[in-house]
């Protein structure tokens, strides 16, 4: 099983570009999620998923669009990339229980918006 | 709203050395549930620990354990003779009950010397 795969793994953007980071899980993961992190700031949750055709904003939704057209894959979409979007980016999946939820995590996506 | 407060940013330690990492969160439920990843330098996030709110029993794991308060919101994290390849950035995080949404802390960045 590859796990949760994210590509790429660095990309650069000039402010304005748009661009999709990808995210797919072999693990038939109901639960899909879109973390950013940046220094001393820790995780913050972009968008989350709960199956397929189902989306919701998490913590700080603005300038990212996502849809969950399938189990597997979880894109993210940067429609207009501003310098403050620069961050790693984190795609997490895991199954959904009657109790919580231990998210799997892809290796991490490196943005940076000049 | 619920929140978790790492309140050491970074601690140095020399190696063999015993380490507490703290951890305390907020939130209005009684059903919750907690976690620690760990983050090395190589970037990916390793789960550690889960942790429900029903469940105030201490936990150890080889050179890790974890203890969980209920009465002080707490959920510290101690490593016992620390070693180099324990350096690392460390999150704890708290999810409600019945959420979806994992809200972490800003990290504690853990260096072992030698």
């Known amino acids: 099983n590859a796990g949760v795969t994210q590509t790429p793994k660095f990309q650069v953007l000039k402010t304005g570009q748009s661009m999709t980071l990808q995210c797919a899980q072999d693990m038939n993961h109901e639960y899909m999620s879109w973390y950013r992190q940046d220094p001393g700031m820790g995780l913050r949750l972009i968008h989350y998923s709960v199956g397929a055709g189902i989306t919701d904003q998490g913590e700080v939704p603005n300038g990212y669009n996502v849809s969950r057209s399938t189990t597997e894959d979880f894109p993210l979409r940067l429609l207009s990339a501003a310098p403050s979007q620069t961050s790693v980016y984190f795609c997490?999946?895991?199954?959904?229980?009657?109790?919580?939820?231990?998210?799997?995590f892809g290796a991490g996506s490196r943005l940076t918006v000049l | 709203a619920q929140k978790v407060t790492q309140a050491q940013t970074e601690i140095s330690v020399v190696e063999k050395e015993d380490v507490t990492l703290d951890c305390v969160y907020e939130t209005r439920d009684t059903t919750y549930y907690l976690f620690w990843y760990k983050q090395p330098p190589s970037g990916e996030l390793v789960f550690l620990i889960r942790?429900?709110?029903?469940?105030?029993q201490n936990e150890i794991s080889g050179r890790y354990s974890w203890n969980f308060q209920k009465s002080t919101s707490s959920f510290n994290f101690t490593i016992t003779a620390s070693q180099v390849v324990d350096s690392a950035v460390y999150f704890c995080a708290l999810l409600q009950g019945g959420s979806e949404k994992l809200v972490f802390g800003k990290g504690t960045k853990l260096t072992v010397n030698p």
């Open positions: 942790r429900n709110s029903f469940d105030e």
């Open positions: 997490a999946s895991s199954y959904r229980s009657a109790g919580a939820n231990v998210l799997t």
